[in-house]
Structure formats: structure tokens, C-alpha cells
């Protein structure tokens, strides 16, 4: 009976343990995306500190440092950036990376973070190059490039960096990948090449500089 009795007191204590447990994760789950979007990074530091994990996701498949960089909350971000257990390459639901989205918005001293962190420069299916390309941010673009991202790389559908920054990038963007050596010849799966994608919007001096590109490398022999 004594034995029981201990026994009961133990499960007791335990189930309550428990709930305590539950019920403070689930108050941080709160706090965390909270203090996200606020740009408190020292709620997020405390909440790390008393063992939340950084690589938590929201109900949308979102983790904590991509919606950082989506705010941008940057001071948050540096706080996610600098914890250890932070996984810099966590995917979201549509196959994002931190530094995707560092990438596209800009963020130049958060993708150089990112890299040191060994932030994956050549993910597979859509890139970091692809996303910097779509909106012309050059020092980003030159980034990357400088550390090894592949300038030819293929989206799931087949287009290029090229491709994006003659549609959707700017002029300068274009020439940037055409100097570094993109292939102005490659076709995406829909058979389309860069200047297919220039010409789609009219983009005169896109044109143009891909037009040269072509040029020069039938002149050289570079097919």
C-alpha cells in the first residue's frame, strides 16, 4: 500500500511537471513569433537562453530567421544568427532559405552572416542567385558569386539567373551576370532563352546586352 501510495504521489507530481512544461512551451511558441515581428532580440535571446528551439516553425511552415529577414527584423535576425543551434538552411513550406530571402530583400550584411555561417550558396531548385537577380541587388549578386555560386544555375523549371534579371532585374543586373560569364544561349524547359525573357516586357537595354553576348560568343566559337 505504501509502495502504491508513493507511486501515485510520483505520477502525480510528474503529470503536473508536465503540464507545467507544456503549457510555458506553448506561451513561448506565442512569445517567440511575437517577439519576431517586434525586433526583440532580447526576448528572443532569453527565450533561446531557457531552451526554446530556434528552428521552430509558425502554423504556415515559416522558421523563425527567414520571417526575420521577411519583416525584416534585423535585430532579431542577428539574434537568431548568433545562436549556435540555429539551422541557417532550414527550408520553409515553399523550399526557402534564410538566405534566399536575405537575398531578395536586399540584405547585404545579413547574406555575408549567412555565408559565414556556411548558409548554402548553391541550393538546389531555385537559388539564392536567382532571388538577388530578380530584383538587381549587384552587391548581393557579386557576393554570391564570389562565394562559388554557380552563375548558370537551373530553377525547377529550367531558367537561369540570366533569365530573371532580364525580365525581372535591371539592366545592370544583366550586364553583371553577362561579364561574370553566364550563358546567354541556355534555354529554360519552356524553350526559352534570356532574350526571350527581355523581350517579354520590353526590356530595350536588356536586350541589347544579351544581343552582344550572343554575338561575341559566335565570333569566339563558344556555343
Known sequence: MKKYFIN????????????????????????F??????????????????????????????????????????????????????????????????????AIRGELD????????????????????????????????SLLLENHAYIDAESPNGSTPLMMAAQYGTAPAVKLLLDAGADPLLKNQQGLTAIDFAQRVSRTEAIELITAAVRKRQATGKW
Open 8 to 31: 501515485y504521489i510520483k505520477n502525480i507530481v510528474y503529470l503536473f511537471v508536465l503540464t507545467g512544461f507544456i503549457s510555458v512551451n506553448a506561451g513561448s511558441y506565442e512569445d
Open 33 to 102: 513569433f511575437i517577439a519576431i515581428k517586434q525586433d526583440d532580440a532580447a526576448g528572443i535571446q532569453q527565450l533561446l537562453r531557457r531552451g526554446f528551439d530556434a528552428n521552430t516553425i509558425d502554423p504556415k511552415g515559416q522558421h523563425g530567421l527567414y520571417l526575420a529577414l521577411q519583416e525584416p527584423s534585423l535585430k532579431a535576425a542577428q539574434a537568431l544568427l548568433n545562436w549556435p543551434k540555429t539551422n541557417v538552411n532550414a527550408l520553409n513550406a515553399q523550399n526557402e532559405s534564410a538566405l534566399m530571402m536575405a
Open 110 to 141: 545579413m547574406a555575408a552572416a549567412l555565408i559565414k555561417r556556411d548558409a548554402d550558396v548553391n541550393k538546389t531548385g531555385w537559388a539564392p542567385l536567382h532571388y538577388a537577380a530578380t530584383k538587381g541587388h549587384l552587391a548581393i549578386m
